[in-house]
């Protein structure tokens, strides 16, 4: 559990040396979908290449456990895409607010994941 929010489902995919693991929270009626995206060995997924370039669009950009992230939420769906100093990305998707969505990144272990990713 993450600040009560629950793991509902946990997946995990390999595809042309890139693997996406992806886990579902959920907590009174609401859900939040989290994926942690990544190559082989830590290498950064396109997507993650994308947002550290600037192409995805403009968004607001913010910081969550001193990594940068964007806010790309559009209309009632919040998105924030935290970029991972081991490369690769972990995005939080939802339909609840970005406030909460923000808390409930601040609180996810993503410094533990990324360290753990490190190439040492």
């Known amino acids: 559990t993450v600040e009560g929010w629950k793991r509902a489902s946990l997946d995990e995919n390999k595809a042309m040396g890139m693997t996406i693991t992806e886990a579902v929270y959920e907590k009174n009626g609401s859900r939040i979908e989290v994926q942690l995206m ?3 060995g830590g290498g950064m997924g396109s997507l ?11 968004g607001k950009k913010l910081r969550i456990q001193r990594r940068t ?17 081991s ?8 339909k609840i607010s970005i406030d909460d969505v923000v808390s409930f990144a601040k609180a996810f272990p993503i410094a533990k994941i ?3 990713r490190v190439v040492k």
Do not use: T, Y
């Open 69 to 85: 992230a964007m806010d790309m939420s559009q209309g009632s769906r919040s998105e924030l895409i935290v970029n991972l100093k």
């Open 114 to 116: 990324d360290d753990a």
């Open 38 to 40: 990544g190559g082989a």
């Open 48 to 58: 993650g290449m994308l947002a550290q370039l600037g192409m995805m669009g403009s």
């Open 87 to 94: 490369g690769g990305n972990i995005i939080f998707k939802s």
